[in-house]
């Protein structure tokens, strides 16, 4: 009997026990039944725009294309294709005057929880999974993250801006109806900044991005899930979660305010193909996608955007949340070979 490996993450001091001697398949957590979230009234569902605080975007269709507005005050748009609306219980909410902008620069223990806490309605089908939904909804979907991501970034109290969603109960959706979720928070998240550090250190020694070069390194090997035009994707050498998936753009691009309008499309393509193959291969698993991304364009030379994919498959108990450590059961090459032949087949 051989042993396990223990990996070591791209960047990020971050360990990983692989179990690649008595691992899992991916197809080994299909059978379970999936819990769901509990509804009642839908306050995203179209018909019950008044039960929610103005939206801050509004997508309308007008033609074969779309008008972009917003909510005043009692008023609420109809027949909207994309909302964004403030979180009804916000973690991060707008500061009220200058002086609780400027607390928010200051280093100490506490500061303000100043910011913004927003929930993009991706459609106004109920629970329509991105692999069902039409690709021009996907696209109004991945156009709301960068308007509203130019708009928030550009806050003077404003250090970051978190894209991401949560898929079923058990990752968190407390609400079935298809949302995302966009907060912008006033420093840079942990992970987010030493990302940022390691790929200056990177840059600085190299002269090069370290994802442009995790990208050449994974093009064409055992863990690449999908290429196409403008993305490769594929399950990372040292993937924390069963079945995680990353997604990165061939072009260097720190932020997704470079994308053009050929890009939002593919983005879109590949979201629907891999997400559609995690819920055909798995029964349809509860995830977390998070987008990882610079609004400091002094990043712009060394840091790369990305999204990772978590499908939520496995639980940490007291061995990973003690020492930071963790044990993924499914190879990434397992998971990339099932996941690349189920998107293909």
């Known amino acids: 009997m051989g042993f396990n490996e223990v990996r070591k993450d791209y960047l990020l001091d971050r360990w990983v026990v692989i179990a690649t001697e008595r691992g899992r398949r991916p197809t080994d957590f299909a059978n379970k039944e999936r819990e769901k979230a509990k509804t009642g009234v839908c306050l995203m569902c179209p018909g019950n725009e008044h039960m929610t605080p103005p939206a801050v975007l509004v997508y309308l269709k007008h033609g074969n294309g779309i008008r972009k507005t917003e909510d005043k005050d009692d008023t609420r748009h109809k027949n909207w294709a994309v909302r964004v609306i403030p979180n009804l219980f916000p973690a991060f909410a707008p500061p009220k005057n200058k002086t609780s902008q400027r607390k928010t620069a200051k280093c100490s223990e506490m500061i303000p929880a100043v910011g913004h806490h927003e929930v993009l309605v991706e459609s106004p089908n109920h629970d329509e999974h991105p692999a069902d939904a039409r690709l021009s909804q996907l696209e109004y979907v991945v156009d709301a993250y960068v308007d509203r991501l130019r708009e928030l970034s550009a806050r003077p109290y404003v250090k970051y801006v978190s894209i991401f969603r949560n898929h079923g109960l058990e990752a968190g959706a407390s609400l079935s109806h298809a949302h995302s979720q966009i907060i912008a928070t006033p420093s840079i998240p942990k992970t987010v900044e030493d990302e940022l550090e390691a790929s200056k250190r990177f840059w600085k020694q190299n002269k090069k991005c370290v994802f442009c070069e995790i990208i050449k390194k994974e093009r064409g090997g055992p863990r690449l899930i999908l ?72 990043a712009s030379d060394y840091y790369h955007w990305h999204l990772e994919v978590y499908p939520k498959l496995a639980i940490w108990a007291g061995f990973e949340k003690s020492t930071g450590m963790y044990i993924n059961t499914v190879t990434p090459e397992a998971a990339a070979e099932h996941l690349r032949k189920t998107i293909s087949s």
């Open 227 to 298: 290429e196409n035009s403008k993305f490769v994707v594929f399950a990372p050498y040292a993937s924390v979660n069963p079945m995680e998936f990353w997604i990165i753009p061939k072009k260097h691009e720190a932020t997704l305010l470079d994308l053009s309008k050929s890009d939002v499309k593919a983005l879109a393509e590949t979201l629907k193909a891999c997400l559609g193959g995690l819920k055909k291969l798995v029964n349809d698993p509860p995830y977390n996608y998070g987008f990882h991304l610079a609004i400091d364009k002094d």
